[in-house]
Structures are given as structure tokens and as C-alpha cells.
């Protein structure tokens, strides 16, 4: 597996079979950095999502009633060939994203946890057997598959975030049909089938349709194969899938925006909450979920962490994301980029403090810092998706709890105080679905339930929240004997 496999994977998976789409027009999948053409992707209709799904129905049957320990294998050997292949999956990131070596390396790594979840999970939907009150009468509570899963995955974090429900849907026995995101249609897409199809997987169990709503619409999400759609994008896209499937009573599972703030108390530490502030809000070019868009600081102490923030993003540096200096590599596009400029200039007409500016090359933006944001900024009530950090003051914890939740959004933060109970306490009246003290807001591990409140999305994954999100439970009792018939 090497870069020049792009041409190699940009085809549809379906049934088992690469094959070109039979779209009149083609995804160029584009390297976000030079430029350069990385392959061509014949679209995929409406037809073949349905074959598509149709396959996954076939196949998902068989699937259900392996072995599960048969099936835990599948997904050991997919461990390995990630292990075996880190160095080209790695390659393939920063070529399709723009993302640094060590980003890619660290997508990778959290990967591989999660498949390692997903062998044991295979595992794990046992049943019970619950007491009636009625004499001779057995209950017995299955936990069974959904069927099929509809999976969309974003462009941000593509190779994780496409294995984590892909590989948890196929552990509970589930059949999986992937749109991913067009921008990484390799590295979120047909990368993880070829992984699952030379480790063993049976063919049509999992399908990849590259394509696009300019070609679809809605038959993805309108199918009437899938019973659970899995998606993690833009919280506009989240609620217009909710609208759509909840017209055909289907379940979903929504990993959507963020607008987080990491809180420096007046007790804090502040060269460590500057390093975890700086850490969770230029990782990755800012471009996730979980980002630490507002930084906000108490009054007490807001000279000295922004004067030492300031001196630590003045020194990260933009540039070629292959170079191991760089810290910052290229957005998707240069509309992004210019979006993100934009904004940078709406704030400072607004009286912010332009602190860093970062220059706009092309797609390469780099770092800026706005300071003396006003706490009630339209800016604080949107997600910035980019290389631009918010800096709020405020006067104690009242006005920054207040500062925190006036927002339509809920899903990640971090408070920094030296008494861990103040920072837990602090924590509890955050309106998110997670939350850390003493540490960055950039988290995600395989136990662990993730998900968010309000615009941040619907329903979680990881721990017990995956065996709800991709299984059902089914009532089945057993009378032994005759039951007295009411009279």
C-alpha cells in the first residue's frame, strides 16, 4: 500500500466488487497542500446505493449467526494489517488532509484502540434471563442486531471516526453501507474496506458508496434497508438527517459541531493550562469537533496566560505538512481559508484585539489569537472551524458559567483550578457531554460514552452507549406448562 494506491481505491465497493460508479460526472480527490490531483471517482447513483444496500441485507444474515469468536478474529486481523501498514496509512493521511505526520499518527493510534474495542465487543451482546410474575413462564431478553447501518463520515479525523461505527457496527453482527465525506473519500472510505477485505470479511457485509448529495439527494437516508443512520459532520447537515429519518421512525446517531471553551480558573496553573489551551485549540488546524475555540480566563490572571499564549502561538509554525516542524498544515479549501480570514477580520471591526494574525496562502492559514473578545460576541455562539483562538476575560466562576453555556452548542471543555472537587464541581454545571478538569478538550477513548448536548448531536458511542446505538433488544418468553387464561 503506498500514495499511488488512490487510483487503485477510488472505486466503489459493493458486494465485494470494486467497480466504477455509472455517475456522469467524477470526485476529484485533490491533495489540500500542492494541489496535485490524487485520483479521479466515477460518482455513485442513487442504483447503486441501493445495490448497495441490498448487499448489506443479503450478507448481514450470515454475519449475525457466526461464531462470535470467528468474527473477533476478522477484526484481530484488521488490527494487524493497520499495524503491518501504519507507515502508508499514515502517507495517505497527510496527503488526502493536510495533516501533520504527528496528527496522522495520533488518528492512527486512537484507531487501533478502537478496533481493539471493537474484537472484544464482538463478544459482548449476551442476553439475561428475567423473572415473571406469572408461574412456569421464562423470560429470556436477547440482544440482536439492528439489521443494516447507514454510516456518514466526516472529512475531519476520517480514518478514525469512519472505524469507530463501522467497526462497531460489524462487531454486533450488523451489515454497514459508508458514505464518506467527498474530500477524503480514501482515507474515510474505501481504506477501511480494503483493510476489512483482506482480513477476512465476507463479501457484501461492508459496502463503500463514494458519491454526493448533488447526485443522490436524500435515497442514502430514505433507503428502506437501513434501520440506524450513523453520522458526524456540521450540526445543519445533523439536523436535517434527524428530520428526514425521524419521518420513517429510523434511529440515529449524530456526532455534530462544537464550540468549545477551555475556563482558566484564578488558581490554576498557567503554563500548563497555556500549553493544554494551546495544544486544544491549533490541533489539527483547529478543524475538529472537540476544539477549544474559546479560551476564557479569569481577570486575575488573564495578563499573564495571554502573554505567554501569545509568545507560544507566535512560535507554531504553517507550512508543508510533511515537514516534521510544522505544527499547522493546509484547510480543505481555499473558500475555507478565506472564511476563516473573514472572520479574523469581522472581529477585529468589532473591536477585538488582533494579537497574532496569521498570514492566508492558498489553503495555508496560519495561527491567529483575538483578544478581548466581548462576552456577548455573535463570534462566541459559532463554531470556527480553523486556526483562531477566542480569548474572553471575566470576574469569577458565576459569570464564566454563564459565558460557557450561553451557547446553542455542548459537546466538549475543560476547566484548569488547582483544587480538582472546585474544577469537578465546575464541571457538573456544564451543559456538555463531556467535560475535563486539568486537561485539553481534545479526548476520545473506546469506554467511554461520547457524544454531546443541545447542537452537538444525538445519542453517543463508545462503552455500553455502542450496544444501544447498533443493537435491539427483543422479548421472547417461554411458558412451560399451561397459563391460566384470564377470565
Known amino acids: 500500500m503506498s500514495p499511488s494506491c488512490f487510483t487503485d481505491l477510488a472505486q466503489q465497493y459493493i458486494d465485494g466488487e470494486w467497480r466504477p460508479g455509472t455517475g456522469s460526472w467524477d470526485i476529484i480527490d485533490v491533495n489540500p497542500y500542492d494541489g496535485e490531483k490524487l485520483a479521479s471517482v466515477p460518482i455513485a447513483t442513487a442504483d447503486e446505493v441501493d445495490l448497495a444496500y441490498r448487499a448489506a441485507a443479503r450478507a448481514q444474515r450470515a454475519w449475525a449467526e457466526a461464531n462470535p469468536y470467528t468474527q473477533r478474529d476478522v477484526f484481530e486481523r484488521v488490527l494487524r494489517l493497520v499495524e503491518e501498514r501504519e507507515a502508508e496509512i499514515a502517507d495517505l493521511l497527510t496527503a488526502e488532509l493536510g495533516g501533520t505526520r504527528t496528527r496522522a499518527a495520533l488518528e492512527i493510534g486512537l484507531a487501533k484502540e478502537f478496533l481493539r474495542e471493537a474484537a472484544q465487543l464482538t463478544l459482548r451482546a449476551d442476553g439475561r434471563i428475567l423473572p415473571s410474575p406469572v408461574e412456569g413462564r421464562e ?11 447507514g454510516v456518514i463520515s466526516p472529512a475531519t479525523f476520517p480514518f478514525l471516526l469512519t472505524v ?25 472510505g474505501t481504506l477501511i474496506a480494503k483493510l476489512f477485505e483482506d482480513a477476512g470479511l465476507p463479501p457484501g457485509t461492508l459496502n463503500v458508496v463514494l458519491t454526493d448529495i448533488a447526485e443522490i439527494g436524500d435515497a442514502f437516508l430514505e433507503h428502506p434497508v437501513p434501520r440506524v443512520i450513523s453520522f458526524a459532520g456540521s450540526d445543519k447537515v445533523g439536523r436535517h438527517i434527524a428530520t428526514v429519518c425521524g419521518g420513517q421512525l429510523k434511529r440515529t446517531v449524530l456526532e455534530l459541531g462544537g464550540d468549545s471553551a477551555l475556563v482558566v480558573l484564578d488558581d490554576a496553573d498557567i503554563d500548563y493550562a497555556v500549553d493544554a489551551a494551546v495544544f486544544s485549540r491549533y490541533a489539527d488546524r483547529g478543524q475538529v469537533c472537540m476544539a477549544a475555540n474559546r479560551v476564557l480566563v479569569d481577570r486575575s490572571v488573564a495578563d499573564e496566560f495571554t502573554e505567554k499564549f501569545v509568545a507560544k502561538v507566535g512560535a507554531l509554525q504553517a507550512g508543508d505538512p510533511r515537514d516534521p516542524q510544522t505544527a499547522i498544515g493546509p484547510v480543505t479549501s481555499s473558500l475555507q481559508a478565506a472564511s476563516i480570514s473573514a472572520i479574523v477580520e469581522q472581529a477585529a471591526a468589532e473591536g477585538a484585539a488582533v494579537l497574532v ?27 470556527v472551524f480553523g486556526p483562531v483562538a477566542l480569548l474572553v476575560r471575566f470576574d469569577g466562576e458565576e459569570e464564566a458559567l454563564r459565558i460557557v453555556n450561553g ?16 474544577g469537578v464541581a465546575f464541571a457538573k454545571r456544564i451543559d456538555t457531554g463531556l467535560f475535563h478538569v486539568n ?12 457524544g454531546g448536548e443541545k447542537y452537538s448531536g444525538i445519542g453517543r458511542l463508545g462503552g455500553e452507549s455502542t450496544l444501544d446505538a447498533f443493537s435491539t433488544l427483543k422479548w421472547i418468553s417461554v411458558q412451560h406448562g399451561r397459563s391460566a387464561a384470564p377470565r
Open 139 to 149: 423470560n429470556r431478553l436477547y440482544r440482536l442486531p439492528v439489521g443494516v447501518v
Open 357 to 383: 494574525r496569521g498570514e492566508t496562502t492558498d489553503n495555508l492559514v496560519g495561527p491567529s489569537v483575538l483578544g478581548d473578545v466581548a462576552a456577548d460576541s455573535p463570534l462566541l455562539r459559532r463554531e
Open 407 to 422: 451557547i446553542p452548542y455542548g459537546l466538549s471543555g475543560a476547566v484548569h483550578t488547582a483544587d480538582v472537587e472546585r
Open 439 to 450: 486537561d485539553g478538550t481534545l479526548h476520545d477513548e473506546p469506554l467511554f460514552p461520547f
Open 164 to 188: 469507530k461505527p463501522v467497526a462497531a457496527a460489524l462487531a454486533l453482527g450488523n451489515g454497514v453501507v459508508l458514505k464518506p465525506h467527498q474530500d477524503t473519500p480514501v482515507t474515510g
